[in-house]
Every structure is written in structure tokens, then in C-alpha cells.
């Protein structure tokens, strides 16, 4: 069966309280073909205020409820996790989240810019 692991987490905040929610993930079945390891990318799973952060924090605690996520747990192993563990997770997240300042200091940041047709395919 394939699952979601989680790696790291990490939120920014700015002066406005709003948010800014990554987290480095990858797939129990998925290797780097040069490393040999599992692949994990950082993504940003959601942005805005601390309601917003909430909402998508509830769904992916599901996630761990349906067996689809599980939590890194040293360098190659797994451990399943509760929706109360989980929440309890990203409630110290938030409390203890970074300045945004600190984005530009954690990560390089790319950008790609394209053609589209209709703006409203994307919004």
C-alpha cells in the first residue's frame, strides 16, 4: 500500500499574522534513482491566516485516521500517528512559527514564468 510520509514542517509568519505552511514530503514507493533514497520534495500546502492553516491542518489529519499518512521517523523508518498527535503537532508549529524574513534564508526560491489562455483556469 502506498502512503504520504512526512519529513519536516515548517511556518512562517509575518507582522499581519498571516502564514505561510511547508512541509517536506514524499511517497513510501518512490526513490531518487541517483540517491537510492526516497524522494522528498518541500511543498506549500497552504498560505493565509491562522484559520486557513487550521482548515488544511484537519484535512491531512485525516489523512493519518485513513492510513494514506505517516510521520518520518528517524532517517528510513515510519511511524504511524493519531489525528490528536498530529493536531498537537502543528499546534507548537504555529505557536513557534518563524519570521518570514527567514524564507529567503531558508530555501532558494525559483520562479517559472508562462503563457496562458484564461487567467480564470487558474484562480
Given amino acids: ?5 512526512e519529513y519536516n514542517q515548517i511556518i512562517y509568519k509575518n507582522s499581519n499574522r498571516q502564514m505561510l505552511f511547508f512541509i517536506k514530503e514524499g511517497s513510501n514507493n518512490v526513490y531518487d534513482p541517483n540517491t537510492n533514497l526516497r524522494a522528498r520534495n518541500w511543498d506549500l500546502v497552504a ?9 488544511n491542518i484537519g484535512k491531512r489529519s485525516g489523512l493519518t485516521q485513513g492510513g494514506i499518512l505517516k510521520r518520518a521517523k528517524g532517517w528510513n523508518n515510519s511511524s504511524w500517528t493519531t489525528i490528536k498527535e498530529y493536531i498537537k503537532l ?8 518563524k519570521n518570514m524574513i527567514d524564507l529567503l534564508k531558508d530555501f532558494d526560491i525559483y520562479s517559472i514564468i508562462g503563457k496562458i489562455e484564461h487567467i480564470s483556469d487558474y484562480t
Fill in 47 to 55: 498560505a493565509g491566516s491562522e484559520n486557513d492553516l487550521y482548515r
Fill in 90 to 97: 502543528y499546534r507548537s508549529k504555529i505557536a513557534h512559527s
Fill in 1 to 5: 500500500m502506498s502512503f504520504i510520509i
